[in-house]
């Protein structure tokens, strides 16, 4: 009976991680190592947290699932493009180690540099960004990072890491449909209409096709995935 019962729940949480899609496979594996203090079986990032949280309002809960999984249209985030990740555990290792301490520290996508010189957009009336990125353990906010807008373009976004609800993530927030520039602007270009130029990472419709291509640094363009602009 026990068998059957295990295999049923074996069952039911494949279900239930299918709907949410794979982990970013560069993410840290859980291990039982990891998990026995926070996280799951499926990642050692909270939920549940040091402390047993599991709330979203909890800050070191917060928005660790939607960037894991992805959302419906942003592609995964690595946890190190976040914080760093101790790789094995121990006294004077972790959690009590040298850099313990919810220690963000921003790195590969977040950092992502735009309207580089030499690029073939290249606006030289225009600053290159440079994103550099904080967190603020007191408001909780993430502000300048490449992912939430801190491009060429965007809107430079400042999201609260513990509101997970539709309300940071919407179409628009991170950049205009389209963004308010001179490549864009005043051409009569609607959501239904980036796919001209921006497919197959959007469709006709607006509906993003690959979320694997949007929010990784790479600008999809007439067909191509161009690493530097
Ligand atoms: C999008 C950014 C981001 C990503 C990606 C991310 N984290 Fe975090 N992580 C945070 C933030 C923000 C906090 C909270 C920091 C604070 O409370 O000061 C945090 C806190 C934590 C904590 C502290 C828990 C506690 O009890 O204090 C752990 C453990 C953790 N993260 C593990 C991970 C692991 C493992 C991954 C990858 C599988 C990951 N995180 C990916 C941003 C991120
Ligand atoms: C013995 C319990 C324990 C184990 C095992 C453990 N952690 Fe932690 N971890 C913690 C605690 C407690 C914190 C919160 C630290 C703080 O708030 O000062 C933490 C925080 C973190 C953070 C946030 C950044 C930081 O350094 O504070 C990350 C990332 C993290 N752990 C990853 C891991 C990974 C990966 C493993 C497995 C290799 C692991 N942890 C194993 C207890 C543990
Ligand atoms: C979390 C921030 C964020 C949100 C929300 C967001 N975008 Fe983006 N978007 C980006 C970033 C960052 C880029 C720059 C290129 C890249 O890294 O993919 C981008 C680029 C694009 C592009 C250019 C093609 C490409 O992917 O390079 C299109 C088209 C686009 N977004 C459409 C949308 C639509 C439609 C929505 C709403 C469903 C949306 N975006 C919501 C961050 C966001
Ligand atoms: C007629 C072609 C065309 C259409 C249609 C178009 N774009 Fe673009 N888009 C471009 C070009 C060219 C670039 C690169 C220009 C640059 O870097 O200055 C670009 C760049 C971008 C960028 C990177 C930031 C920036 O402003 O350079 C985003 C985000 C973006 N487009 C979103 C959109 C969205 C969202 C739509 C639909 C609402 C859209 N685009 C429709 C041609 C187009």
Known sequence: MKTHIGIVLAIAAGLA?????KLQSDNVLATTNCTSCHG??????????????????????????????GSAFASKVACSSCHIVPQSV?????????????????SGVALTQTNMPGTRFYDSTLATVVPQPTFSTQTLTCKNTYCHGNFKGGNNFTPTWTV?????????????????????RGKGITVQTCYYCHS?????????????????GNLVL????????
Request: hydrophobic letters at 30%; charged letters at 10%; a negative charge.
């Open 200 to 216: 197959p990472m959007i469709g006709p419709d607006g509906t993003i096709l690959d979320d694997s291509m949007h929010v990784t």
């Open 164 to 184: 997970v609800n539709t309300s940071q993530d919407s179409c628009g927030s991170c950049h205009g449909l389209p963004p308010n520039d001179a490549t864009h």
């Open 90 to 106: 121990g006294p004077g290792i972790h959690p009590d180690g040298p850099g313990s301490g919810n220690l963000i520290m921003f």
């Open 40 to 69: 799951s079986a499926a990642s050692p990032a909270p939920p549940p947290d040091a402390a047993g949280n599991t709330s979203t309002s909890t800050p070191a809960v917060g928005a660790h699932l939607v960037h894991l999984y």
């Open 222 to 229: 007439y067909g191509r995935s161009i690493s530097a602009w």
């Open 17 to 21: 991680f299918a709907s949410c899609s």
